[in-house]
């Protein structure tokens, strides 16, 4: 019902950036939260930042907060994360992912029923 596609992710520096964009398509009218994760290989995936559809409520990791910030473009139907400070530790798959549901809480990769396949981002030291 949704699709999702990421871009964007590549190789660079420890203190570079990166932005990545999430296309998405098919139904999406409803689509009120979108979100990003990323995972390393034999982790779990982790919650990164999320957005509303208005774009009015952001959510984003300790871990990522004061570097990562995420966007919407509602009439290009694209979620951004603009990257700054990235460190060795941001390594990882970056997955876009959406819901239906509002809601309050945003952290949870199972509340998430549609995810792109993800684009990698390498940090090196």
């Known amino acids: 019902q949704v699709q999702l596609v990421e871009s964007g992710g590549g190789l660079v520096q420890a203190g570079g950036s990166l932005s990545l964009s999430c296309a998405a398509s098919?139904?999406?009218?409803?689509?009120?939260?979108m979100a990003w994760f990323r995972q390393t290989p034999g982790e779990e995936r982790d919650f990164v930042a999320a957005?509303?559809?208005?774009?009015?409520?952001?959510y984003s990791a300790d871990s990522v907060k004061g570097r990562f910030t995420i966007s919407r473009d509602n009439t290009e139907n694209t979620v951004y994360l603009q990257m700054n400070s990235l460190k060795p530790d941001d390594t990882g798959i970056y997955f876009c992912?959406?819901?239906?549901?509002?809601?309050?809480?945003?952290?949870?990769?199972?509340?998430?029923?549609?995810w792109g396949q993800g684009t990698q981002v390498t940090v090196s030291s």
């Open positions: 992912a959406a819901r239906l549901l509002l809601g309050n809480t945003y952290t949870n990769s199972r509340d998430y029923p549609y």
């Open positions: 098919g139904r999406i009218l409803n689509t009120n939260v």
């Open positions: 957005i509303t559809r208005s774009g009015a409520r952001t």
